[in-house]
Structure formats: C-alpha cells, structure tokens
C-alpha cells in the first residue's frame, strides 16, 4: 500500500525501534509511548483496520494476541504469578479503531502498554 507508514516500516523503507519480527507480523516501540512500555504488534499484509478481518485473519489475529504476553515480558511487563497466587505485572492490549476509537494509521495494529506503576490510559469525560 503506497504512502502507508506501518508498510514502510515492515519493508525497511522506514527506520523502527524492532522488537521481533517474522514472516507474518513486526513489533517495534511506539514512537510516542503512553507509558513505560510502548510497543506495536503489526502484521507486515495491509489491513485498514480490525473491521476490515474476516474469517480468513483469524489465525493471524490469534498470532499477534498469543505474542502479546511473550514481548511483554521480553519488555519488563509480564504477567507474573508467584508460588502462592499473588499477581503482579501486566499490560493492556488495544487496537483502535476508525475515527471514534481514535485510530491514526490505517495500518491494523495492536498496542501493548505496560510497565511499572503509576501510570494510566483513562477516558476524558
Ligand atoms: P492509533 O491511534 O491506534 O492509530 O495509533 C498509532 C500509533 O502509532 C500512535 O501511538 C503513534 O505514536 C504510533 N506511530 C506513528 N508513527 C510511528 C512510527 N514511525 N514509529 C513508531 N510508532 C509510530
Ligand atoms: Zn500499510
């Protein structure tokens, strides 16, 4: 897709802070993070949005869900669980999508925010 930014980083045309890639999806820091983990997970096909998968993206929706918890922890904001149950860590996922769920590339990605506590994504009411 010409003139797409998450394109151009999957392709190299575009320089990006990569965490991991395959052949499928790319994951690189946000350039402007929320918090103090700040990655995007993306598959390297244009997709506009999350509307626009269908049945035939499910296995790559799954594979960029199942990488989350992983490049979360490679990052420093796992899911912990230690020996007596007690959790710790964590992260939340996000895709936005169209004009009200705040989407800026068209590029179909999902965010991964984390790290260390105090920090928050809340709603302006
Ligand atoms: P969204 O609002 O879900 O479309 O979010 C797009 C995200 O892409 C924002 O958090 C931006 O900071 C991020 N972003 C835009 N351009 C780049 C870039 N060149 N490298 C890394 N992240 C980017
Ligand atoms: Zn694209």
Redesign the pocket.
């Known amino acids: 897709m010409d003139n797409c930014?998450f394109c151009k980083?999957a392709a190299g045309e575009?320089p990006?802070r990569k965490i991991y890639e395959d052949e499928d999806v790319i994951a690189?820091?946000?350039?402007?993070p929320a918090a103090p983990v700040h990655f995007?997970v993306v598959p390297r096909r244009h997709i506009a949005t999350l509307a626009d998968c269908g049945p035939a993206d499910e296995a790559l929706l799954g594979k960029m869900a199942a990488l989350a918890p992983k490049l979360a922890a490679e990052q420093g904001c796992g899911y912990l669980r230690d020996a007596a149950g007690q959790a710790s860590g964590g992260f939340k996922t996000l895709f936005?999508t169209g004009p009200d769920g705040?989407?800026?590339?068209y590029h179909l990605?999902m965010?991964v925010i984390g790290g260390p506590q105090p920090w928050r994504v809340r709603v302006q009411q």
């Open positions: 930014i980083i575009i990006s690189f820091h946000d350039i402007n995007l936005n705040g989407q800026e590339v990605h965010h």
